[in-house]
T-cell receptor, first 111, second 120 residues
Framework: SQQGEEDPQALSIQEGENATMNCSYK?????LQWYRQNSGRGLVHLIL?????REKHSGRLRVTLDTSKKSSSLLITASRAADTASYFC???????????FGKGTKLTVNP | DTGVSQNPRHKITKRGQNVTFRCDPI?????LYWYRQTLGQGPEFLTY????????KSRLLSDRFSAERPKGSFSTLEIQRTEQGDSAMYLC??????????????????FGAGSRLTVL
């Protein structure tokens, strides 16, 4: 099964700074999704980028996808303390019936 | 629609007891997934249903674990003879796939808040 590996495992920044998280995967994909998880809660879908897209924006989120390098990045601009959470990528293979998650990146935004 | 609902939110039990978790997915979602998550790890896939049919089970799901979705709506996950290693957050998620296509164009999951199990 496809699995994304997030990097770094942990990231600590100051409020207002940008946060960049990376995801690497191994095989061809149809799309790649990013999810966020606040401590002790379920995951929330943030954004999806399709394999024929290179960049996508949603509010303060910017996702890039490089299929040649099998990698994706999630950029959160002008971070806020409320962005403190764990972030997971989920590459989706064609015909995949389930999402397989990595260990995630734990982001801490200090006020 | 209030999203995916999971109950109970917290369960503390003694080793050897049985526990059952319930998940109510978004009403129009026919796909239902169970994941398990331990501290510092990502969610691990356990099993999923399409309507009432259980289509895949992970090897992580030992014989002590059983999941059902009898009417294709809510689902239950039962753990028999609990062990301390079963302590985890159990997450339920749902999505919708119709005529071979996901509603959102991709398998976008809506998760519940999870049921935290502590086995003493």
């Amino acid at each position: 099964s496809q699995q994304g590996e997030e990097d770094p495992q942990a990231l600590s920044i100051q409020e207002g700074e940008n946060a960049t998280m990376n995801c690497s995967y191994k095989t061809s994909i149809n799309n790649l999704q990013w999810y966020r998880q606040n401590s002790g809660r379920g995951l929330v879908h943030l954004i999806l980028i399709r394999s024929n897209e290179r960049e996508k924006h949603s509010g303060r989120l910017r996702v890039t996808l490089d299929t040649s390098k099998k990698s994706s990045s999630l950029l959160i601009t002008a971070s806020r303390a409320a962005d403190t959470a764990s972030y997971f990528c989920a590459p989706e293979e064609g015909g995949s019936e389930k999402l397989v998650f990595g260990k995630g990146t734990k982001l801490t935004v200090n006020p | 629609d209030t999203g995916v609902s999971q109950n109970p939110r917290h369960k503390i039990t003694k080793r050897g007891q049985n526990v059952t978790f319930r998940c109510d997915p978004i009403s129009e979602h026919n796909r239902l997934y169970w994941y398990r998550q331990t501290l510092g790890q990502g969610p691990e896939f356990l099993t999923y249903f399409q309507n009432e049919a259980q289509l895949e089970k992970s090897r992580l799901l030992s014989d002590r674990f059983s999941a059902e979705r009898p009417k294709g709506s809510f689902s239950t996950l039962e753990i028999q003879r609990t062990e301390q290693g079963d302590s985890a957050m159990y997450l339920c998620a749902s999505s919708r796939k119709v005529l071979g296509k996901f509603f959102a164009g991709a398998n976008v999951l809506t998760f519940g808040a999870g049921s935290r199990l502590t086995v003493l």
